[in-house]
């Protein structure tokens, strides 16, 4: 039986690429994109190969519409479908007070977690919907519990892309329900990557786990697989949710 196609996108390391090669060991082809760590990205695709899937990498800034464009012709030369969408890709923002964030690095933001995630959405629709020929599938978009904490003197601004990203899940599960496709969020909380470095404080998701009921931190491999479920068929019923991954915080 052909196997189904799943693309993520920014799956050169952390959450991303753990999603990437949990799929190939439950028989998903994959195609996935980064942005500059191409070798990061290499080291993915052979272990998605050695699970006997297929395979293919993608160089892509999620905010540049060419290269989306770019992305999805090319996957569609590739692997001729497209199952299921996750829209991993994302930068966090250097820890900081409201009333120092400049407008560039607010426009930056915004730029790679929501507008690329709306593009990366659009181009999967238009492969998906039965009215349009396709044969329906399922996006799951990367939120963050950030967007119902507000990240005070962190980064509100990053919180905000995640409540942007929590209000298109809600309203792109309505507007495409009927066309087969399903649109949920993953809410990760303290999620062990080297995300907590960029935003300027490597030891955070260590020190703030004393406030998460479980007491612990969470690992990539726990988010995937809520990831791996919603794209599955056993959650076909499940549209427009946004599924917490935060040991409870
Ligand atoms: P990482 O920083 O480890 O990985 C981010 C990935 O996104 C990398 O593969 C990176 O590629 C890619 N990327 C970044 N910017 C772009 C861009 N402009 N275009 C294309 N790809 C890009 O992050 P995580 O795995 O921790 O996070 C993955 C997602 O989960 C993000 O959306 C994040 O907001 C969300 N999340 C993470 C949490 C955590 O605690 N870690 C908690 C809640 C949500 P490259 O390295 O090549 O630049």
Redesign the pocket.
């Known amino acids: 039986m052909e196997s189904k196609v799943l693309l993520i996108?920014?799956?050169?390391?952390?959450?991303?690429?753990?999603v990437a090669i949990l799929a190939a060991q439950q028989g998903w082809d994959v195609a996935l994109?980064?942005?500059?760590?191409?070798s990061?990205?290499e080291k993915v695709q052979s272990k998605i190969q050695a699970f006997g899937q297929r395979a293919f990498i993608y160089?892509?800034?999620?905010?540049?519409e060419l290269?989306i464009t770019r992305v999805f012709k090319q996957l569609d030369k590739d692997l001729g479908r497209l199952d299921a969408l996750v829209?991993?890709?994302?930068?966090?923002t250097k820890i900081s007070p409201f009333i120092s964030m400049s407008a560039e690095r607010i426009r930056d933001v915004f730029?790679?977690?929501v507008v690329?995630s709306f593009l990366c959405a659009q181009e999967a629709v238009k492969r998906m919907a039965l009215s349009a020929d396709g044969y329906g599938g399922s996006i799951v978009n990367?939120?963050?519990?950030?967007a119902r904490i507000g990240s005070p003197n962190e980064f509100i601004d990053?919180a905000a892309?995640?409540g942007a990203?929590d209000t298109m899940t809600l309203g792109l599960a309505k507007e495409v329900g009927s066309d087969g496709i399903r649109v949920n969020a993953?809410?990760?909380?303290?999620?062990?990557?080297?995300?907590?470095a960029?935003a300027g404080d490597a030891e955070r998701?260590e020190r703030l786990k004393q406030f998460v009921p479980m007491q612990r931190?969470?690992e990539?491999s726990e988010?995937a697989k809520a990831i791996m479920w919603l794209i599955s068929d056993e959650a076909s019923y499940v549209n427009g949710a946004l599924l917490d991954v935060t040991g409870g915080r």
């Open positions: 996108t920014g799956a050169s390391r952390g959450i991303g690429a753990e994109t980064y942005r500059v760590d191409q990061e990205a160089q892509a800034d999620v905010s540049d290269d829209n991993n890709a994302g930068i966090i730029n790679i977690n690329g990367m939120s963050s519990a950030a990053y892309t995640k990203i993953v809410r990760p909380g303290l999620i062990a990557t080297d995300m907590h960029d998701a931190v969470g990539p988010v």
